[in-house]
């Protein structure tokens, strides 16, 4: 049998972005029947306890490929159109001629135009994009606060539009997602959080996945570390926390090995149909969050890993905590990947984040486990 996994090169390379300064790393890779996993540095910087690689997560924005593979799910049972208007199922939250222009396929694709709402919902951090402006203040105040998803969706909706519906480029936006959350519970009868456990992390058999019911994590996790570009020195541990304010648009928790088997399982038709696998994979161009210029689909996008190859997925960031999990086209090859700390980078005087080894170091760990 042919090696395709070189697990002495991947721990080497799990070890290097723990050095290059995250507490904590830990990963899944699989290439056809063969698996590897493996973790280096520590789930708790007070007490040195190590990080293990079956260790639950909070996996922030991955949690929009589950939350669009459920509202695709109801596309094809005829009970959404993915081109009719937001307003026929949501008149009050998204009223008037912007409810008549906005689909729910810009929402899902992030071309709406509708605000963020997280400026607004965390005050320091309304300066937001300009990042030197922000503090991190907010996420204090806010660790124990239980939001309202309407409210938050008003939030998004009577701020300032990015751009008339069906622009592009269109703006990464929570809101999007937390109206699709509104969506799924007008025409499921069912809060949006139990639909996507029954009807997609149930569907996929995973064991270690699901929406918190509190601001605690259940099972063995690590702390999660946030530094906000260098503003929280040292970076302070935000896992217990309200997640609230991310609802079905980034609150999920899982493992890596969770998100490779969801992923696998997505791509070869058994969560949603192929038809609307290939309606995911349409991709328009969208503003990201960190102010890059990306190509997104439907709750995921195409990332190509070092070397050139096009691969499939998501990542996400929640106040401390970082996944990204890539799937190769045919779903042969897959890497999830987690660390403990976010914002790990300074600002230069333009406010720009500075380079650091850390990313460096994901980028060569990235480029190994998908192209060995």
Same mark, same amino acid.
């Given at each position: 049998m042919t090696n395709l996994l070189d697990p002495a090169k991947l721990n080497t390379a799990i070890e290097n972005v723990h050095r /290059?300064?995250?507490?904590?790393?830990? /990963? @899944? +890779?699989?290439a056809e029947d063969q698996v590897w996993r493996g973790a280096a540095g520590v789930a708790d910087l007070a007490v040195g306890r190590p990080v293990t690689a079956d260790m639950r997560h909070r996996v922030g924005s991955v949690t929009k490929t589950f939350t669009a593979a459920a509202v695709l799910q109801q596309v094809e049972s005829g009970r959404i159109g993915l081109d009719a208007p937001i307003r026929r199922y949501l008149p009050? *939250?998204?009223?008037?001629?912007?409810? &008549?222009?906005? $689909?729910?396929?810009? *929402?899902?694709?992030?071309?709406?135009? !509708?605000? @963020?709402? !997280?400026?607004? /919902?965390?005050?320091? !951090?309304?300066?937001?994009?300009? !990042?030197?402006? $922000? %503090?991190?203040?907010? *996420?204090? &105040?806010? %660790?124990?606060? %239980?939001? #309202?998803?309407? @409210? *938050?969706? @008003?939030?998004g909706v009577t701020a300032p539009a990015f751009s008339a519906p069906g622009g592009t480029p269109g703006l990464y936006s929570n809101t999007n997602y937390l109206l699709l959350g509104q969506l799924l519970e007008q025409v499921t009868g069912t809060t949006a959080e139990k639909y996507i456990t029954q009807n997609v992390v149930e569907r996929a058999g995973l064991q270690d996945t699901g929406f918190p019911d509190g601001p605690h994590l259940g099972g063995p996790h690590s702390q999660m570390y946030e530094a906000w570009f260098g503003m929280i #020195?040292?970076? %302070?541990?935000?896992? +217990?926390? &309200?997640?609230?304010? /991310?609802?079905?648009?980034g609150s999920l928790v899982s493992t890596v090995a969770d998100l490779n088997r969801f992923f696998g399982l997505l791509f070869d038709g058994e969560i949603v149909s192929r038809s609307s696998l290939a309606q995911m994979r349409r991709t328009v161009t969208v503003i990201s969050q960190e102010g890059r210029t990306i190509e997104y689909g439907l709750g995921m996008y195409p990332m190509k890993a070092p070397g050139g190859t096009t691969f499939w997925g998501?990542?996400? $960031?929640?106040?401390?905590?970082? $996944?990204?999990?890539?799937t190769s086209a045919d779903s042969k090859r897959q890497m999830s990947v987690a660390i403990n700390l976010q914002r790990w980078s300074r600002l230069d005087s333009s406010g720009k984040p500075r380079p650091h080894a850390i990313d460096d170091a994901l980028t060569a760990l990235y480029g190994l486990a998908m192209n060995g």
């Open positions: /290059a300064g995250v507490p904590g790393v830990f /990963a @899944e +890779v699989r009050k *939250l998204v009223p008037g001629a912007r409810g &008549d222009a906005i $689909t729910v396929r810009m *929402l899902i694709n992030h071309t709406s135009g !509708l605000a @963020e709402y !997280l400026p607004y /919902a965390y005050p320091s !951090l309304g300066p937001f994009p300009a !990042l030197a402006d $922000t %503090r991190p203040q907010s *996420l204090d &105040d806010h %660790r124990f606060t %239980r939001f #309202d998803p309407v @409210e *938050l969706i @008003e939030m #020195d040292p970076p %302070r541990d935000f896992s +217990v926390f &309200d997640m609230s304010y /991310a609802g079905v648009a998501g990542g996400g $960031t929640v106040w401390g905590a970082g $996944t990204i999990s890539m």
